[in-house]
């Protein structure tokens, strides 16, 4: 049987910039262990396996994998699958601004697609943000080894380390500078034998208010104990996480705030992420989008 798919280059609009997803837009008939071994052959950040509609016109069912283990959000995909599948006609535009709902492990997401001409321009993805916060965290001396810095380097005006959870645990470390964050390089070990695993933080987003581009506000970069120091993950995910922390801050004030965050640099397949949050005391919502660019097409063919 053969599967095509589609590669994305995802929030850029420069072919061989951004992150690359993978995109199986018809993926009835696989089960779990064939896109985990799928997932691992493409060797991508992710692949995503789209499920028909389910619900309804443009409601799909997403799954999600890394080369590791599926997962059960994720941001980046998104965009990507809304780009594969409006550029393919699975996605039925209604309009400029189309609608549609995109279902991952972790619930219901709407996704809105602007098209010119037919073709796709901008993707974003909506999402009310439930998030556990604690300021509990490792000490600067212990972060600063974590991130192989010294404890002078960390820290950024008005800005504080924070444990943030919005389904996956992020430690939220600001820091002053863009060079600082490129800099910086996890130690196992340091992590071992520091307080942050009783924390349960899988990763570390280390955050900065200065970036390496004249049009973002903030440059971001993870970090963690199964990501290579040559790795520039996708960010996308932590973005709940981000928005959630920013507004544990009191010069957030109540109201709808815009920002751009951007991740990587050219050399490294830089992403820039548009952000539009409400943050009132009925609770927050996010809204991620951006642009993505159709660099490949393919086809896995497995035995009958």
Aim: proline share 7%; with cysteine; aromatic share 8%.
């Amino acid at each position: 049987m053969q599967y095509n798919y589609s590669i994305a280059d995802v929030f850029t609009d420069e072919i061989f910039q951004g992150a690359q997803i993978a995109v199986f837009p018809k993926a009835e008939g696989l089960n779990r262990d064939t896109m985990q071994r799928i997932a691992k052959e493409l060797n991508l950040s992710e692949t995503v396996f789209v499920f028909g509609e389910d619900g309804g016109d443009n409601h799909f069912r997403l799954r999600t994998f890394s080369p590791q283990e599926e997962l059960e959000f994720g941001g980046h995909p998104m965009i990507a699958t809304a780009w594969v599948l409006t550029s393919n006609g699975s996605l039925k535009q209604t309009g400029k601004h189309t609608p549609a709902v995109f279902e991952q492990n972790t619930g219901p997401v709407d996704v809105f697609v602007t098209t010119e001409e037919g073709q796709p321009k901008l993707v974003q993805f909506t999402m009310a943000v439930d998030a556990t916060v604690d300021r509990f965290v490792p000490t600067d001396r212990e972060l600063a080894s974590i991130l192989s810095l010294e404890p002078s380097e960390l820290g950024s005006k008005d800005l504080y380390p924070m444990l943030v959870s919005c389904g996956r645990n992020y430690l939220i470390v600001p820091v002053p500078s863009y060079q600082t964050v490129r800099k910086a390089r996890f130690n196992f070990n340091a992590w071992s034998s520091s307080s942050a695993p009783a924390t349960l933080a899988r990763e570390i987003l280390l955050v900065t208010p200065t970036t390496g581009a004249d049009k973002a506000d903030f440059h971001a970069r993870i970090l963690g104990p199964d990501i290579a120091h040559t790795e520039d993950p996708p960010i996308g995910t932590a973005m709940p996480a981000f928005t959630a922390w920013l507004c544990q801050h009191e010069q957030i004030k109540p109201g709808t705030h815009t920002f751009t965050i951007d991740r990587g640099m050219r050399s490294t397949r830089r992403s820039e992420l548009n952000i539009e949050m409400d943050n009132k005391p009925g609770g927050m919502v996010v809204r991620v989008g951006g642009p993505a660019v159709l660099v490949a097409e393919g086809r896995i063919m497995l035995p009958d």
